[in-house]
């Protein structure tokens, strides 16, 4: 399988974890409450960009509000591929710590 | 405001931020990211209020600021300095080539710049008057019969009517120049070239700042003068001048009234008095209301621009109403225009003038088309030898490419060689001018100063043309080197293709084409030059001494005078006139009446007054009838006209025939005199070879001017033995005399400028060429030499292979010279249609134009391709 780059996987889990609300910025918030590093927007739209392009995530668009200065709200949803995907990056995972010591921070 | 909707009234995200962060994020994801930003920051608006949502957003712009910064300005500042630091580093190594190509670029870029100095020069004439694009110069259009005159002057009275007539002029100014006078003060007297009798008003018209006296009053009385500070230097040293008197021609004395700054080189009108016109009414209260002579430059300054057309129309009543009679009687008209100020010095072409020194337009467009071309065969000597390398460079290029470059990077980068080269030498070039720059004054006869104010538009223009160079010199070669193929440039023996040989070689050839032109340019305007000094005048010009007599009250004695001059052994003869050849606004311009023409049909023919020894003395050659004669009392009423007049009269033999002659002007009519032909004088060149010979009558009178004849050997004795008999004739003024064959010619001033700057450019211009096909001839060595060891191995001779690589180049600078002479041929021809006799062109002038630039080409060549062809094929072919 191939392997994805470490915010690559942040993302899918942030998109599969927010389900029907995972839109761009709900996708960074998860992201830097769970990391604790203030992402910078590039650092997030571009990889979501780019797994769109890749088929492992699809788009929709949502409806424009004054809200949001007119402009389109579009959320993700992982795509089968998507979840597979992250299935692998999962079991991958959990095959590498399994019989592995434990650490102690 | 309500109709606005309720957008209005909501917390709107900080303008800046907002707008740098839709700068600074990614095309693809700007539209959400901008969304979801504006939603947060709503809010954030809500709950913690409006301030903290604000400066919220903003945070969200410094990170991504910083990046830009890290990402992309540093990342190109570092390619900048990358792309100087390759730029610099290639200078370095190829010394070679580099010095050929900012050796070549600064010269050229040299002769630009000196070449918009001198246009700059010839373009700001007469532009430092304050109201320069509101002053005119009167110019009348005489035309009668078939004659047309074209004269930059008017009557003495028509500037005060035009002045009293016309609400649109402002100020009138006449000025009368007088072309000698001796002036006097205390011990001190010379002779003085530069007076003008003017009207007080010269100081409202034009700028010519007083330094000591009253501009309103300063000329308003006769007898009045103001000077320029040079001339109040030389005269009074220390003294102040004001209200001191000056003698002129020992007749009067002038109280002067100002003192006024030397008048600038860029102005038309040169002169270092300014004597009151009202002197001149003193005597002749009649020259006043004078409606009968066009002789007084005349200059007006109008109240908005639009002036002279809205006066011109208008004119046509006064013209009626002062000239209607005359006009009539004569069978004439008479139109006035305006001229502005700023065209004069360079479209001034008329019948008669009265300022000498007037350049052409048609100059500035010859030097400003070298100025391009010798910059533009500079550029393509840089654009040449970058392609013909481009193999060396073709790896860089390969490797920069595939580590990621693309290819505007490389345009940039190619572009940024091109810069650095031409900023260096734009360096050179301007120590190089400063080093030219007294030999330009020289040879162009120009007075370049160059002040702080001229530095306000040069820096610019010295970086616009480094740019200029940069781009053309620079664009080709980054264009044709950006879009190699790093897949072919990184295989071994990579070499560039036909097509940018090809394009070399069109190059090549037309540089040669330019250079060729321009020797052609040389040897035809040489030709004209030498065809108008050496051409057979009509007269003799050689070992004449010309002077003025100008006490009229030694003319009773003038035989006794001259007597006493032929008694000087140097002396052959002795002669007065009116006017000597050369002297074009000396001759008058008269109405005459042939017989069997009625009196209001004249025509208008050149003539001055000549006595009984003008024609042997000036070697006039009479083919019909007699010269005057002293023993003839009725020669008073005679006349010599040239061949000119007989053809144009269709007088087979003049001799015997009548001309009625102009006697008086009273009450606008004329009086006319009848006067008989005696002989027929062979045409002789009264104007420069740039005129037609015209109609032309001598009458016999006294005038002003002494011509005497020297005998060729001993002319300095003969000289001082002169200068002892003038204390006898004149006891007051001192002998004061040019010779008439310097003077004459110097009416091919501007030829002989143009011959010169012409050499000095089209040998630079063909050095600059050279400089490129010798860098090309090299790197062809360079290149060719494996082929050139098979060949000798092959058996080719040394000379075989020499001939047969100059050949390449040869064949190119042959190619120029056919190509050449057609353009060399139209160009020169329509230059030489600006003179009446003009020397043929000659064949020869075209080969021998092709052969030195080919002679030139070879020896440029010849030793490049003598060290490939000589060179040992071992040491070429060893690594195979």
């Known amino acids: ?105 | 405001m309500e109709t606005m909707g309720p957008a209005d009234t909501r917390p709107r995200p900080p303008r800046l931020a907002a707008w740098l962060l839709s700068r600074l994020t990614d095309a693809a994801v700007r539209d959400q990211a901008m969304g979801d930003l504006e939603e947060q920051f709503r809010a954030a608006a809500r709950e913690k209020g409006l301030l903290r949502a604000r400066a919220w957003y903003r945070t969200q712009t410094w990170p991504l600021l910083k990046s830009f910064v890290e990402n992309t300005l540093l990342w190109e500042a570092s390619m900048i300095k990358n792309y100087l630091k390759t730029g610099w580093r290639n200078i370095k190594r190829q010394k070679g080539y580099s010095f050929i190509n900012i050796a070549g670029l600064a010269l050229g870029m040299a002769c630009a710049i000196l070449i918009v100095f001198y246009i700059h020069h010839e373009l700001s004439f007469d532009r430092f008057h304050k109201n320069a694009d509101r002053i005119s110069r009167v110019v009348i259009d005489a035309a009668m019969q078939q004659n047309l005159i074209t004269a930059p002057a008017a009557q003495m009275a028509f500037g005060p009517a035009l002045a009293k007539d016309f609400p649109e002029v402002a100020a009138v100014v006449r000025v009368r120049p007088q072309s000698k006078a001796m002036v006097k003060y205390a011990d001190r007297s010379s002779y003085e070239t530069g007076l003008l009798y003017t009207d007080a008003s010269i100081f409202d018209v034009f700028t010519f700042p007083l330094l000591a006296g009253n501009p309103k009053t300063a000329l308003a009385r006769a007898n009045t003068v103001v000077l320029t500070e040079r001339m109040a230097k030389k005269y009074f040293r220390g003294e102040n001048p004001l209200g001191r008197f000056l003698r002129l021609d020992d007749e009067a004395d002038f109280a002067v009234t100002g003192i006024m700054k030397d008048v600038p080189s860029r102005s038309h009108l040169q002169f270092d008095f300014l004597v009151s016109l009202e002197t001149l009414f003193g005597p002749n209260p009649e020259l006043r209301e004078d409606w009968g002579n066009i002789n007084t430059p005349t200059y007006v300054l109008f109240r908005d621009r639009l002036g002279p057309k809205e006066v011109k129309p208008k004119l046509v009543g006064l013209v009626e109403e002062r000239l209607g009679p005359l006009l009539k009687s004569l069978g004439g008209t008479m139109t006035y225009s305006f001229q502005p100020l700023t065209k004069i010095h360079l479209f001034s072409r008329f019948t008669i003038d009265f300022v000498a020194v007037t350049s052409s337009i048609q100059y500035i467009y010859i030097f400003a088309a070298i100025g391009l071309f010798i910059v533009v065969i500079a550029c393509i000597n840089f654009m040449n030898l970058a392609t013909a390398r481009s193999a060396r460079r073709a790896r860089e290029i390969g490797l920069r490419k595939v580590v990621g470059a693309g290819r505007l990077e490389l345009f940039g980068q190619f572009l940024g060689e091109a810069t650095t080269h031409s900023l260096l030498a734009l360096a050179a070039a301007l120590i190089l001018v400063r080093l030219a720059l007294p030999f330009f004054r020289s040879i162009s006869g120009i007075d370049l100063r160059l002040g702080a104010s001229q530095l306000a538009w040069l820096v610019p223009s010295f970086f616009g043309l480094a740019l200029f160079v940069s781009l053309v010199a620079g664009s080709y070669p980054a264009i044709y080197l950006s879009a190699l193929q790093p897949a072919n440039t990184l295989k071994r023996g990579w070499k560039s293709g036909p097509g940018s040989t090809r394009f070399r070689h069109v190059l090549v050839v037309f540089q040669f084409l330019i250079g060729i032109v321009l020797i052609i340019g040389t040897g035809v305007v040489r030709r004209q030059l030498d065809f108008m000094r050496n051409r057979n005048l009509g007269f003799s010009p050689e070992q004449i001494l010309v002077t003025r007599i100008d006490d009229p009250a030694i003319f009773p004695r003038i035989e006794s005078v001259k007597a006493r001059l032929k008694e000087i052994p140097g002396v052959v003869s002795a002669a007065m006139t009116q006017a000597v050849p050369g002297q074009m606004s000396e001759a008058n311009i008269q109405p005459f009446v042939p017989e069997g023409i009625s009196e209001n049909e004249p025509f208008l023919f050149r003539q001055f007054s000549v006595d009984a020894d003008l024609v042997p003395t000036l070697g006039l050659e009479i083919v019909r009838g007699r010269n005057f004669s002293r023993d003839m009392p009725t020669d008073s009423d005679a006349l010599l006209v040239n061949e000119a007049t007989a053809r144009k009269l269709g007088w087979a033999d003049p001799v015997g025939r009548k001309i009625k002659t102009p006697a008086s002007y009273e009450a606008g009519e004329i009086g006319w005199k009848e006067k008989t032909v005696i002989g027929v004088v062979r045409d002789f060149h009264f104007l420069g070879l740039r005129e037609q010979i015209e109609p032309f009558l001598l009458d016999l009178r006294t005038d002003s001017q002494l011509v005497v004849k020297l005998k060729t050997d001993r002319l300095s004795s003969t000289i001082r033995e002169l200068e002892r008999a003038w204390v006898e004739i004149d006891p007051v003024r001192p002998l004061d005399f040019f010779f008439l064959d310097g003077f004459f010619d110097a009416q091919y001033r501007a030829e002989e400028r143009l011959s010169r700057l012409f050499s000095a450019f089209s040998g630079l211009s063909v050095a600059i060429a050279c400089l490129g096909l010798f860098g090309l001839a090299s790197f062809m060595a360079e290149q060719r030499a494996k082929e050139v060891a098979i060949r000798k191995v092959l058996g080719a001779s040394v000379r075989g292979v020499l001939t047969r690589l100059s050949l390449e180049f040869l064949k190119l600078v042959v190619l120029a010279t056919i190509l050449a002479w057609p353009v060399a041929y139209f160009a020169m021809n329509a230059w030489l249609r600006n003179f009446a006799y003009r020397a043929a062109l000659s064949p020869w002038t075209f080969v021998a134009a092709g052969a030195a630039a080919l002679a030139i080409a070879f020896m440029t060549v010849a030793g490049q391709a003598y060290r490939a062809a000589s060179s040992n094929p071992v040491d070429s072919l060893k690594y195979e």
Do not use: C, F
């Not at chain 1, 996708?27 to 997030?44: D, H, K, S």
């Open chain 1, 1 to 105: 399988m191939k392997l994805m780059s470490r915010i690559d996987e942040l993302i899918l889990v942030a998109i599969w974890k927010l389900g029907k609300d995972a839109y761009g910025m709900a996708v960074r918030e998860e992201i830097i409450r769970a990391t604790g590093v203030n992402w910078l927007l590039g650092a997030i739209y571009g990889p979501l960009a780019r797994l769109h392009r890749q088929g492992l995530v699809a788009s929709i668009k949502g409806e424009p509000t004054p809200e949001r200065g007119g402009r389109a709200k579009v959320y993700y949803e992982l795509t089968p591929a998507g979840k597979t995907a992250l299935k692998a990056i999962r079991e991958v995972s959990a095959a590498m710590w399994k019989g592995s010591p434990r650490i102690e921070a």
